[in-house]
T-cell receptor
Framework: GQQVMQIPQYQHVQEGEDFTTYCNSS?????IQWYKQRPGGHPVFLIQ?????EVKKQKRLTFQFGEAKKNSSLHITATQTTDVGTYFC????????????FGTGTRLQVTL | NAGVTQTPKFQVLKTGQSMTLQCAQD?????MYWYRQDPGMGLRLIYY???????DKGEVPNGYNVSRLNKREFSLRLESAAPSQTSVYFC????????????FGSGTRLTVV
């Protein structure tokens, strides 16, 4: 079955530093989504990428979808303490009945 | 703007007891899902309903059953709870199956002793 791996599992940065998490799929994806989950909270949808090579920005967050549609990244510029949480990618396979498979997440800790 | 509402928020069960987790969405979404989240395991799909009137198994369906009662409501039932079912359960919905963003409920923290 489809597998979605995320690295790193955990990252600790100082406020103001940049952060990147990477997502890799064993199969080609039709779309990839990113979610943020604050400690003790529920996942919140951030964005969906569909096109090969697509890049989207949301303020300090930059999302990329690889050319082969098998990998993706989320980059946060100049982290803030409000960025603390776990970031999940979720990829959908190319079949019409394909489900969304979540990665195991990257937990980000930001300290002053 | 309620979104996805899950009840209860917390529950403690004894091994062998049964219970139903309730989920309702008010966004007119077609698809609904049940996930469980365990430390280090990410989100694993238990069951889903791609559209009203249909339900299908996800990755980890054993020990669970679901009912899509109507377009708004999707319930998850544990017939005979086991300690391995201790987890956080999330209900989610989306406009279309496995597409667009999922809206998650606030979760049910279930402990089976």
């Amino acid at each position: 079955g489809q597998q979605v791996m995320q690295i790193p599992q955990y990252q600790h940065v100082q406020e103001g530093e940049d952060f990147t998490t990477y997502c890799n799929s064993s199969t080609t994806l039709s779309n990839i989504q990113w979610y943020k989950q604050r400690p003790g909270g529920h996942p919140v949808f951030l964005i969906q990428l569909v096109k090969s090579g697509e890049v989207k920005k949301q303020k300090r967050l930059t999302f990329q979808f690889g050319e082969a549609k098998k990998n993706s990244s989320l980059h946060i510029t100049a982290t803030q303490t409000t960025d603390v949480g776990t970031y999940f990618c979720a990829g959908r396979g190319t079949g019409t009945a394909s489900k969304l498979t979540f990665g195991t997440g990257t937990r980000l800790q930001v300290t002053l | 703007n309620a979104g996805v509402t899950q009840t209860p928020k917390f529950q403690v069960l004894k091994t062998g007891q049964s219970m139903t987790l309730q989920c309702a969405q008010d966004m007119n979404h077609n698809s609904m899902y049940w996930y469980r989240q365990d430390p280090g395991m990410g989100l694993r799909l238990i069951y889903y309903s791609a559209s009203e009137g249909t339900t299908d198994k996800g990755e980890v369906p054993n020990g669970y059953n679901v009912s899509r009662l109507n377009k708004r409501e999707f319930s998850l039932r544990l017939e005979s709870a086991a300690p391995s079912q201790t987890s956080v359960y999330f209900c989610a919905s989306s406009e279309a199956f496995a597409n667009y963003g999922y809206t998650f409920g606030s979760g049910t923290r279930l402990t089976v002793v």
